[in-house]
């Protein structure tokens, strides 16, 4: 008889996972299932959901070779349960047992989900991250603020990476000073590294599509690693061509290049094929080895054990209501070209068919970019999430609900930004050549050809005065906005309601 079921999700796909360290190889099995509930329960992008069943096939054939009893289920199988509940309970009548060993999922919908099972559950805590939620609710309590780069210093500590002794390495914890240069005029590199679909990807690609070619987004060409092997031979690409100048241009947004020196491995580490203290020791070797600069790993290091560990602490510790918070009571509806990408924004158009292509859009893209303008048009944070939790390859919502929640909207009062991150359009235009080839002029601040950014900022603060105004970082800001004229004020505000009220 089997004694326990150990759960492994899709997001999951590690053989260091904690459920199967606990797990015995001679007695146990391991469920997997591409199940409809997962795939749907919001409209995936089709890339994401045949990178993670291409990644979950593939992993599922791994431990199958390592001498475990995987009971797999696909997508199209007759007997599919359709949801993880369903398929542990289908698998437990088959095989006789009432234990299940599982990690804690990376999502507050399924953690309840799981818990309202009748079965005995044994819960794991997810060890593939540097801090556990324990020590983050230690860091957190009875701080006044809880602001990331204070917790990343502590990450620093403990791992040590880019330490000289208790200092930080070159003296400063953090180099973001220096990695705010603007688009160059090209870019040296050809982007990530791509893979030609094997045979069960493309099996999977044809299942997708079947199922899903409604979907937001283009399912094909399809290029990323599916596993471990790749999404390694992916991380040594970025370090070798990228990396020495990631740094530099991380904030900058091209027309004509979609990828700059990014490194596209957040997917591989949110489901599992790389491990974060793997990604960034190779990035640390790369620094002390000569061939990559201080601000450019310091930056690329903070992004992963400063940023990523501390949404993820956010996210459960301030509770399941999180993704539907609403501080600015914002009530517009998402417009439609959001999925289009029909818009005469040509920043927003660029970000959103980059988006739908290639079901990515880097960091300012997203943040800068449509969550700024999402923001500025008051537009409910919730549509927002949701939006941003379809059409990203990377998107799980630990991650992606405080980014947008916390970040990019405001909607959580301020428990991550100190401030709202808005911005007229003379930072997209300094940020980017997008502003060059748009319709809208992005120096006239009010008329018909000015930049909806420049009148909407205006239009945001305005109508946030009472919140916004005592903010020390945005003094400045309203008593610019108080000695403005008084006509200049009712033609910037004018202008602004207009086009929010013919925007669909």
């Known amino acids: ?23 015995e190889k001679s007695s146990d099995v391991i469920v997997m299932a591409e199940v409809a509930e997962e795939a749907t329960y919001v409209q995936h992008h089709p890339k994401k959901i045949a990178f993670i069943f291409a990644a979950m096939r593939k992993f599922a054939t791994r431990l199958r070779d390592a001498g475990w009893d995987v009971r797999y289920t696909q997508l199209d199988d007759t007997e599919n349960a359709g949801s993880i509940p369903g398929e542990l309970l289908r698998r437990a009548e088959d095989t006789g047992a009432f234990e299940v060993i599982f990690t804690q999922p990376g999502e507050w919908r399924l953690l309840l989900a799981l818990e309202d099972m009748p079965l005995k559950l044994t819960m794991k805590t997810d060890t593939r991250f540097v801090s556990t939620q324990d020590e983050f609710d230690a860091w957190a309590e009875g701080r006044k603020t809880l602001r990331m780069e204070y917790f990343y210093r502590d990450m620093r500590r403990k791992t040590g990476l880019l330490m000289d002794g208790d200092d930080p390495e070159g003296g400063k914890w953090n180099y973001d000073s220096e990695n705010r240069k603007p688009a160059p005029d090209d870019i040296a590199f050809s982007g990530p590294m791509q893979f030609t679909p094997d045979d069960v990807v493309e099996e999977v690609l044809d299942l997708v599509e079947s199922r899903f070619g409604n979907s937001f987004g283009r399912l094909r060409p399809f290029w990323f690693a599916t596993d471990q092997t790749q999404a390694r031979r992916a991380l040594t690409h970025f370090i070798i061509y990228a990396l020495p100048r990631f740094g530099d241009f991380q904030d900058a947004m ?33 620094y002390r080895d000569g061939h990559a600069p201080l601000n450019a790993v310091e930056g690329f290091i903070r992004q992963i054990i400063g940023w990523r560990e501390y949404v993820r602490g956010i996210y459960f510790r301030e509770g399941p209501d999180y993704p539907r918070r609403n501080a600015l009571n914002h009530q517009r509806k998402l417009p439609e070209f959001y999925w289009t990408g029909d818009t005469d924004m040509n920043c927003m158009s660029k970000a959103i068919t980059q988006t739908a292509d ?14 700024n303008f999402a923001l500025l048009a008051g537009i409910n944070p919730h549509e927002v999430q949701e939006w941003y939790l379809r059409v990203y390859i990377d998107a799980f919502e630990w991650v992606e609900a405080p980014n947008v929640v916390g970040m990019s909207q405001f909607a959580d009062g301020g428990i991550i930004a100190s401030k709202p991150y808005v911005s007229s359009g003379a930072y997209i235009n300094r940020m980017s050549d997008y502003c060059k080839s748009c319709r809208y002029k992005v120096n006239d601040k009010t008329g018909k050809d000015a930049c909806p950014f420049n009148t909407l900022y205006w239009h945001f603060l305005d109508r946030h005065t009472d919140r916004f105004s005592g903010n020390n970082r945005m003094g400045t800001i309203y008593a610019n906005w108080k000695r403005m004229d008084k006509d200049r004020k009712q033609t910037i505000l004018s202008e602004a309601q207009a086009f929010l009220d013919g925007m669909t």
Do not use: W
């Open 1 to 23: 008889m089997v004694s326990r079921l150990v759960l492994v999700l899709g997001d999951q796909l590690s053989e260091n996972l904690s459920a199967l360290q606990a797990a």
């Open 254 to 286: 091209m027309n004509d290049n979609r990828f700059l020196y990014h490194a596209l491995i957040s997917p591989y580490l949110n489901v599992g094929l790389l491990d974060p203290m793997e990604v960034c020791k190779a990035a640390e070797d790369a």
């Open 358 to 371: 290639e079901a990515y859009a880097h960091h300012i893209q997203r943040l800068m970019v449509t969550g």
